[in-house]
């Protein structure tokens, strides 16, 4: 064979390995297409809110199912569990911590220099043991309970005066997430019980939320109330004590307004700790229950045990970008 034969032999085969390359491609690239084609586009790929950095799931897929179990039920189903203190409201803002509805009594120009100091003192021996990953809830349980009596003993002693509430809440640094409008209206406009469950003041936690001007009729609140003399003067505290670890024996105690709901059997609950997880117990026949967590603090610490007890963790997050998203869809 020639020079030129071989030459022309050669190209040839290069010419037919070439085709053969392609057309192994093309056909790849066809299979490819089509299984995107068939595949069924996830309810939470099609929210942009689930790819922040601040979003973290354990099983994404039981997420979908949950919020898919939601969607079906829709309004008419659904109602909202939530805690207040650093979960509807923010728990700092430029690196600066927001008030609880406890520290904006506390740190208020009704309460004296004197009890200031303690109330801190106070604060920074109890703080540290509610957020310890190493203890547990029933560890806990008995140092929440006197860390509460101390300073709820303290407040009584201040006399403070009920009509001078608000003008306190209006002064201070009182902050709920980004978004909070949105939330609330939107479940106000589709009659979707909102259970307020706080271990904080009641009587400084509506007056936020109606300065706010979310304090809807949809909205009930269960927490710590003042209790007020004849003369407006606080003369202690009504009803049982809640704390951040016995919201279980709280959420029996309100059995009977769950029983008025039991048609509303899909539930999203939203706490920032642990003990939130129990809000719902009071409530019967769950069909799909949503548990959001706000992790705000110590975070390396605990996001593990987040993430095994809350459905969805949201870190350092200080919106409602996700609950809104949810709700869109569901909604």
Not at 299 to 323: A, F, H, N, Q, W
Request: glycine share 6%; aromatic share 8%; proline share 3%.
């Amino acid at each position: 064979m020639d020079k030129t034969a071989v030459v022309k032999v050669g190209a040839a085969a290069s010419a037919s390995v070439c085709a053969l390359f392609g057309g192994v491609v093309l056909a790849q690239y066809i299979v490819a297409k089509k299984k995107r084609a068939g595949k069924k586009t996830r309810i939470i790929e099609m929210m942009p809110q689930f790819e922040k950095t601040t979003v973290h799931m354990r099983d994404p897929e039981r997420v979908e199912q949950i919020i898919c179990g939601l969607i079906k039920g829709g309004a008419s189903k659904l109602q909202v569990i939530t805690d207040f203190d650093m979960t509807l409201s923010k728990f700092a803002v430029n690196g600066k911590r927001c008030p609880s509805c406890h520290h904006i009594v506390e740190n208020c120009k009704l309460v004296s220099e004197d009890c200031r100091q303690k109330l801190l003192q106070l604060k920074n021996k109890y703080y540290p043991i509610e957020i310890d990953p190493q203890l547990t809830m029933e560890e806990k349980y008995p140092f929440m309970v006197e860390w509460y009596f101390k300073s709820h003993t303290l407040l009584v002693e201040q006399r403070i005066e009920k009509d001078k509430l608000s003008e306190v809440v209006r002064e201070s640094d009182a902050a709920l997430r980004e978004g909070f409008e949105q939330f609330f209206d939107r479940l106000q406009q589709h009659n979707v019980p909102v259970f307020i469950f706080s271990a904080g003041l009641g009587d400084v936690l509506e007056e936020i939320i109606r300065q706010a001007g979310v304090y809807h009729p949809n909205v009930k609140v269960v927490s710590n109330f003042m209790d007020f003399d004849d003369n407006g003067v606080l003369k202690g505290f009504k009803g049982e004590l809640i704390h951040v670890y016995n919201k279980h024996d709280g959420a029996l105690r309100n059995t009977e307004y769950f029983k008025q709901l039991k048609e509303y059997c899909n539930i999203i609950l939203m706490g920032d700790s642990l003990g939130d997880l129990s809000m719902a117990d009071g409530v019967p026949n769950v069909e799909n229950m949503l548990k959001i967590g706000f992790l705000n603090d110590k975070v390396e610490e605990r996001l593990d045990k987040y993430l095994d007890s809350y459905d969805i963790v949201l870190v350092k997050d200080e919106t409602l970008e996700v609950p809104n998203a949810i709700l869109q869809k569901v909604l």
